[in-house]
């Protein structure tokens, strides 16, 4: 029987709980929002919700097409089980269309076309501004992950991808960028953490409006709803 502990964790969207097996762990998504590393907190209704049932058809999917991650099973609306992981500290970011802190960084306008993917490696960062972004020498040098270990995120992230945006160009959406954390599981690389419209840029593929955590940061309204439309695209419900 599984039992749920105590907190282990709480981020932006989310609590991490600890069960009763030291394998895994339950999330919890939250309906609060932050935006700006803290500077802005909202609540966006349902969005625990829309996060918890996204995550798990996304990870479904990545494990049927052979992408390992800490997805077990959803708990109830809003809790999943997954396996317990040690973290590694620093994300990876993929970008199809430039938007956000590479339109800054690089000068392109917001939705150019990338060529090519652009993967990014950063740090996570407390302070208010950009993601320190690192590449591999730093990754080495800060004895933040082996070199097969990057090579193995870098080559899982452009999978991940490949299969998010073929099958998000079915629903209607863009994949525009999104943010994907890794855990080592029995001294595994596994994808963690979540894919959801709190983490990625997801526009309608018609109109180019945003479905996703920048209509909260960018105050454009229809947060709500624009969650609950990728949603019901994602179970067939257009
Ligand atoms: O979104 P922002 O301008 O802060 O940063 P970005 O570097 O343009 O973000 C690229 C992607 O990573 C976007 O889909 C963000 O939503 C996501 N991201 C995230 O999930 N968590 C962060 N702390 C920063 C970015």
Redesign the pocket.
């Known amino acids: 029987m599984l039992e749920i502990g105590g907190l282990l964790k709480e981020g932006k969207g989310k609590r991490l709980y600890a069960t009763n097996d030291p394998d895994t762990c339950v999330v919890y998504f939250k309906d609060e929002a932050m935006a700006f590393h803290g500077l802005k907190r909202g609540r966006i209704l349902g969005k625990g919700e829309v996060n918890n049932a996204v995550c798990k058809h996304i990870f479904e999917m990545l494990t049927e097409k052979g992408v390992e991650n800490h997805f077990i099973r959803q708990l109830d609306a809003r809790q999943s089980l997954v396996k317990r992981v040690e973290i590694v500290p620093f994300a990876v ?1 993929v970008r199809n269309i430039v ?4 339109a800054r960084r690089i000068g392109y306008p917001i939705g150019t076309k990338l060529d090519t993917t652009v993967l990014e490696c950063v740090l996570r960062s407390a302070e208010d501004g ?2 320190p972004l690192v590449n591999t020498t730093h990754i080495l040098a800060m004895k933040l992950a082996t070199e097969e270990e990057v090579n193995q995120m870098l080559a899982m992230a452009r999978r991940v991808n490949e299969i998010l945006v073929s099958y998000m160009r079915e629903i209607n959406i863009e994949v525009i ?3 994907l954390e890794f855990g080592r599981y029995h001294g595994k690389i596994i994808l963690a953490d979540e894919i959801t419209p ?4 997801f526009w309608d593929a018609r109109t180019h409006e945003p479905l996703d ?1 920048d209509r909260f940061r960018r105050d454009l309204g229809n947060v709500e709803q624009a969650y609950q439309e990728v949603l019901h695209r994602m179970m067939g419900e257009e």
Not at 99 to 102: F, M, R, T, V
Not at 198 to 201: L, M, Y
């Open positions: 970011k938007a956000g802190s590479l950009d993601d960028d999104f943010k709190d983490t990625a840029r955590i």
